[in-house]
């Protein structure tokens, strides 16, 4: 993956990325104004850099320390990402944790994401209990996730494999104007582990074509410790798939 690990809680400005098979492919903009330091070399491990190259098959994540649910220790604030995409991103087949993921923020207070495309990550992911997701966030609040495209995102265990996603400890979060389609699991994901509640999210204006080609998830799945979730005008667009799947539109489970 191509993780981001601010030391300082400064602003990030990513644009006009793409991070393919794992690493930075292409970069035609960056702002050093925003963030004090320079792409590093990819050649080795460098996570005292902001930007390191770690061979776990994902695309481009945003990450921090153990999260604290009571503390909220949020590390990273003001990012803006635009223009990224990220796509054949295919996870590590040996790892318990989900791999191949698109784009990811992780411990973010304050952040965008917007005109990005995520597609065709998550083939390798076999980790039995979470999965890849194209566009997703988790650990963080107020995040606006917005007109991007996240498509043929797969995984090879019977979890996950999203087109976008709020997850745990995810709060006062939005999803909206994105379109989702042809992904394995949920177009749109608002999930939340036992004690890591997500709470005061929306998902409004979305459209879901073709998902859930692999899993019996919803088109818009909520599940786990969910509070306070509004989901509205959004369109869902399913057919049936070729596997067993059983998809649904909306569905709702613990």
């Not at 999260?67 to 590590?92: E, L, M, P, W």
């Amino acid at each position: 993956a191509t993780l981001l690990t601010p030391q300082d809680r400064q602003s990030v400005r990513l644009l006009e990325f793409d991070f393919a098979s794992g690493k930075l492919v292409r970069n035609t903009a960056w702002n050093p104004a925003e963030w004090q330091r320079t792409l590093p070399d990819f050649s080795s491990r460098q996570e005292e850099h902001p930007l390191a190259w770690l061979p776990d098959g994902s695309g481009l994540v945003v990450y921090g320390p153990p999260f604290d649910v009571v503390q909220r220790n949020y590390v990273n604030t003001s990012v803006y990402i635009a223009s990224v995409k990220a796509y054949n991103n295919v996870g590590d087949p040996a790892a318990t944790t989900n791999t191949g993921n698109g784009i990811v923020l992780g411990s973010v207070s304050g952040a965008m994401i917007e005109r990005c495309v995520a597609h065709d990550n998550g083939i390798n992911n076999k980790a039995s209990a979470e999965g890849p997701v194209g566009i997703w966030a988790f650990d963080s609040t107020l995040v606006t996730i917005q007109h991007n495209e996240s498509y043929r995102n797969r995984t090879a265990s019977s979890a996950d494999g999203d087109g976008f996603g709020l997850d745990n400890n995810v709060s006062n979060s939005v999803l909206q104007y994105n379109y989702s389609h042809d992904n394995d699991g949920a177009g749109f994901l608002v999930y939340a582990a036992s004690q890591k509640p997500n709470r005061q999210n929306l998902v409004r204006y979305n459209i879901s074509q073709n998902d859930c080609r692999k899993l019996g998830y919803g088109a818009i799945m909520v599940a786990g410790d969910v509070r306070a979730v509004d989901i509205i005008n959004n369109t869902v667009f399913l057919s049936e798939p070729s596997t067993n799947s059983d998809p649904a539109a909306i569905r709702s489970a613990n």
